[in-house]
């Protein structure tokens, strides 16, 4: 066995499902192993690394800022953070005016769940069965993964109370066996009885990812959102939005919610803040919800407002401006939707294709045995052979998996036929 996997495997904790291949360096849309192979990159560290690798010029940044200042306690302001306060404030959505910065999108999460109980006084918080929201207490709470807690029930004991979960938004999976289109959103009408039912004007807060992407590329159906929005300001709830993948130009516009026209109460991001080039988090609020938790010291992590992570936030966000990739994301993402319709329309194994943007899943056929989907696990390992990396989302109880994608916001259409070669290779090898 190669060195580097031997000792990874020896003493690392393995939290994660491994692929016994080790990544020693990277440019671009591509990874290269150990081995020197090289591998298209369409899983992009889950849409944080949306300047692809190696960036020169936020390498050129990130340099200077060392030399500059990296460390300072929060208590201080630095050049940086009020630059990328200012800057937050300018991207987001309007009525959002007050910001945070934290280190990952979970512990932004948690900050957003406490901002929500602080301004309500308490209350339930509302989330949806196969949204994601992190692996800290809370954000683990409001996570709708519950098959895996429910396995796992030492770690449920972990968990804080006050989490119930709604019906998803989940059209190819409907929960109440209805067609998109005439369905008149029961997961909407379920959704209010489930308010009512936990406390009604009570509720703190409803909190969602606009477009669920670890639940399997979940793109819920038009009028979802505004349905919501009423829902929250008809019983006084928040509104929070986790838009840790979504947000900072994944889905074609700058955060998911402004395609849909919904101005959340509170709105998370993380992972392509920085571009992953250091770990990073904003909670974006509306500004008498951040008053209110203003200077009564209940929040705050050694490395909160990190200059290092503000100064890479605000040059992704600049090349990002400048370069046009928001748009960009739009453009190639719309072109691999099509180009995964047709792989559809020639494989029926191939249930659904779903996404905006550069975020797309692919729902294929399982064949589900005691521990693992066969034809997903498979296809993936080949996928994999084919120097594609994307990830697999497989849950035991449905029947199918999700091939999600979300690559960088600089891929292009040629990336795109490439990746769907791989594609189209993997099946047809995993089919026969
Ligand atoms: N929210 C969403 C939607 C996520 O997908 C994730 C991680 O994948 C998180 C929050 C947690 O972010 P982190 O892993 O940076 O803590």
């Keep these: 066995m190669n ?38 990159d369409f899983s992009g560290q889950f849409s944080a690394c949306s300047l692809g690798h190696g960036n020169e010029e936020m390498i050129g ?11 300072v306690t ?28 934290g280190c990952t999108g979970s512990d932004a999460n948690e900050f957003a769940l406490k901002l929500a109980k602080y301004y309500r006084g308490g209350g339930r918080i509302i989330s949806f069965r196969r949204g994601f929201h992190g692996s800290t207490a809370g954000a683990a709470a409001a996570t709708g993964k519950s098959e895996m807690i429910q396995e796992n029930s030492g770690i449920s004991e972990l968990l804080p109370r006050g989490f119930v979960h709604s019906a998803p938004p989940y059209c190819y999976h409907c929960d109440f066996g209805k067609e998109p289109g005439t369905c008149g959103l029961q997961c909407l009408k379920y959704l209010e009885q489930t308010m009512l039912h936990e406390g009604g004007d009570k509720i703190a807060a409803v909190i969602s990812e606009p477009i669920f992407a670890a639940g399997g590329v979940i793109v819920p159906p038009k009028g979802f959102w505004k349905g919501v929005r009423e829902l929250c300001d008809k019983y006084g709830a928040l509104l929070i939005f986790d838009e840790v993948v979504t947000g900072i130009g994944q889905t074609g516009t700058m955060f998911a919610c402004q395609y849909e026209g919904v101005t959340p109460d509170i709105l998370v991001t993380g992972k392509a803040l920085t571009s992953g080039y250091v770990p990073g988090s904003a909670v974006l609020c509306r500004k008498e919800i951040g008053e209110a938790m203003s200077k009564i010291n209940l929040h705050g992590h050694t490395h909160s407002c990190y200059p290092l992570t503000c100064r890479s936030a605000l040059k992704n966000i600049e090349i990002i401006e400048r370069d046009g990739l928001v748009e960009n994301s739009r453009v190639v993402g719309d072109y691999l939707h099509s180009r995964l319709l047709e792989l559809k329309d020639k494989y029926p194994v191939i249930k659904d294709v779903r996404g905006r943007g550069l975020l797309q899943g692919m729902e294929l056929e399982g064949t589900p045995t005691e521990d693992k989907y066969v ?28 091939v999600v994608m979300h690559p960088a916001l600089i891929t292009s259409k040629e990336n795109v036929d490439e990746a769907v070669a791989v594609i189209e290779k993997s099946l047809i090898e995993c089919l026969k």
Excluded: H, W
């Design 3 to 40: 060195k580097i996997i031997e000792k990874d495997k020896k003493y690392l904790i393995q939290c994660y499902t491994t692929d016994d291949i080790a990544f020693t360096n990277a440019k671009g849309m591509y990874l290269y192993d150990s081995e020197g192979k090289k591998y298209l």
């Design 61 to 71: 940044a990130l340099k200077d800022q060392l030399e500059k200042i990296v460390s």
């Design 375 to 402: 034809l997903g696990q498979e296809f993936y390992e080949s996928m994999l052979r084919g120097g594609l990396v994307t990830e697999l989302e497989s849950r035991k109880n449905l029947e199918n998996v999700v």
């Design 74 to 101: 929060s208590c201080f302001a630095t050049e940086e953070r009020a630059a990328l306060a200012e800057k937050m404030i300018e991207i987001s959505p309007e009525g959002l005016d007050k910001v945070m910065f």
